[in-house]
């Protein structure tokens, strides 16, 4: 399994932006889909973007299409969630997933994915 590490969670306004940030460790980051995926209180985790392992294949849940954006760096071991037009609505705590995997694939569903890191807080304040 590989090492994740997420940052970049923060506290912004509405209309705002973040960009978080995975940084992988532990195995060949080229090898692997990634995932966000994000948990607002008294909710079940969620689905938000995907990505295979080359960056050519993306995947977004529909609240989010047109306002985030999904990237990798595999030079740098790191993938991306580029986070613009908050809203209170995406106000949660954010992870990021990893399975090796062949092929461009991308994952949608948690139980797809068997490495997971710590977690970072994002709260929009409306």
């Known amino acids: 399994q590989v090492q994740l590490v997420e940052s970049g969670g923060g506290l912004v306004q509405a209309g705002g932006s973040l960009r978080l940030s995975c940084a992988a460790s532990?195995?060949?980051?080229?090898?692997?889909?990634m995932g966000w995926f994000r948990q607002a209180p008294g909710k079940d985790r969620a689905f938000v973007a995907a990505?295979?392992?080359?960056?050519?294949?993306?995947a977004y849940t529909d609240s989010v299409k047109g306002r985030f954006t999904i990237s990798r760096d595999n030079a740098k071991n790191t993938m991306y969630l580029q986070m613009n037009d908050l809203k209170s609505e995406d106000t949660a705590v954010y992870y990021c997933?990893?399975?090796?995997?062949?092929?461009?694939?991308?994952?949608?569903?948690?139980?797809?994915?068997?490495?997971w890191g710590q977690g970072t807080q994002v709260t929009v304040s409306s």
């Open positions: 997933a990893a399975r090796r995997v062949l092929g461009r694939v991308v994952l949608t569903t948690d139980n797809e994915y068997d490495s």
């Open positions: 532990g195995r060949p980051f080229s090898d692997y889909a």
């Open positions: 990505v295979s392992w080359s960056g050519s294949s993306t």
